[in-house]
């Protein structure tokens, strides 16, 4: 998304994707915790809308397989790579992410799954020598002393201001 030298341009497309996907993840997480402020429990928060987002995706991946052969699609690593997808990757980060949804506040916890990318560059510099230039250090270090100062300051509970005006109980912890 960001020019790796000077004169490089940057890609609008990705930058415009990128804003998508995280108006897709706040919309998820302001509608995760009303559903946990209405008692609905943690699972379903989490695997109704993905078994929706799913059942969306079907139509694309019929179209992305059809022709392809039927024993390299269901060879075992392949398998493997989509049961880490599904289960590490996704179910089980999600469902520990909505969990911490039940104690802060939406706006709080989505701004705190910021910190999931800094790990992620952070540990490909420790671990796996990556480098990163002096722009990419400036966003890091940004990144980094805008989660510590949003852990320090409370914010209103955007998800679930609806159900406490409405006279919902808070539901017990599950």
Known sequence: MLPRAAGDAVAARGVLAALAAAL???????????????????????????????LLL????????RGADPGRVLAPEVLGVVAWLGLGATAVPYLLFTAGLRGVP???????????????TMLGVVLLGERLGPLRVVGAATVGIALLLAARRPDRDVGAAEPAAAGVPHPPRR
């Open 106 to 120: 939406a706006v709080t916890g989505a701004t705190m799954a910021l910190a999931e990318p800094l790990t992620a």
């Open 24 to 54: 897709a993840f706040a919309a998820y997480t302001v509608a995760a915790k009303r559903l946990l402020v209405r008692g609905v429990p943690r699972l379903a928060a989490v695997a109704v809308p993905f078994l929706g987002a799913g």
């Open 58 to 65: 079907a139509p694309v991946l019929v179209a992305a397989l």
